[in-house]
């Protein structure tokens, strides 16, 4: 604990100005009132209306959503994490591969937000981090897709019919940014 007994450190940042606020909680379940606050605060004061909250899928935060439902404040909630899930959703893949691959997931969604812009954010915070767009941004693919991947090492003459390469699924664009060797 601080020498003012907090034990919890709870930042809120706002998307479009990168606007930061801290506080600092003696135990998680202060986080719904501290929030609860900073929403009204900015709704008469800025004429702010607070339209989303991005967080995860912790107890404290599914409190904080129960409190926003019963004040009526319309404020959806999001995760990355439900990105995750629509992904391999959307891939098709099998419960069992599911959670195997979340972690995959996660990071190619992590990836895709960091290259999202909006009309009130032109530039994406990839670019805005690094000075220049993604080298991935150019070649997306979709998570979970299955193609066949070359074998240019195996340079043997085969029949026209033969298998050219192997079966790969395509897990996350290059995690060193000035490389293009996907996963």
């Known amino acids: 604990p601080s020498y003012g007994q907090a034990k919890f450190w709870l930042l ?3 998307d479009c100005t990168d606007h930061g606020w801290s506080n600092f909680l003696k135990k998680k379940s202060d ?3 501290k929030i609860l606050a900073l929403i009204k605060d900015l709704k008469s004061k800025q004429k702010v209306t607070v339209k989303y ?18 004040e009526g404040l319309g404020i959806q909630f999001a995760t990355l994490y439900c990105r995750v899930r629509a992904t ?16 995959e997931c996660a990071n190619t969604a992590t990836m895709l937000e960091n290259m999202i812009m909006t009309p009130t954010k032109p530039v ?16 997306l693919k ?3 897709d299955i193609g066949v991947m070359a074998n240019h090492a195996d340079k043997k003459i ?10 790969a699924m395509f897990l996350e664009c290059p995690v060193n940014h000035s490389s293009d060797v996907y996963r």
């Open 31 to 33: 986080l719904s009132d």
């Open 53 to 70: 909250i991005r967080c995860d899928d912790a107890g404290e935060n599914r409190k904080l959503e129960e409190a926003c439902l019963k």
């Open 142 to 144: 979709s998570f979970g």
């Open 12 to 14: 809120a940042l706002d």
């Open 158 to 167: 085969q029949g026209k019919l033969a298998d050219r390469g192997k079966v």
């Open 88 to 103: 391999m959703d959307s891939a098709g893949l099998p419960d069992k591969l599911q959670k195997g691959l979340w972690a």
């Open 124 to 139: 994406s915070s990839f670019a805005q981090l690094y000075e220049r767009d993604p080298t991935y941004a150019r070649s």
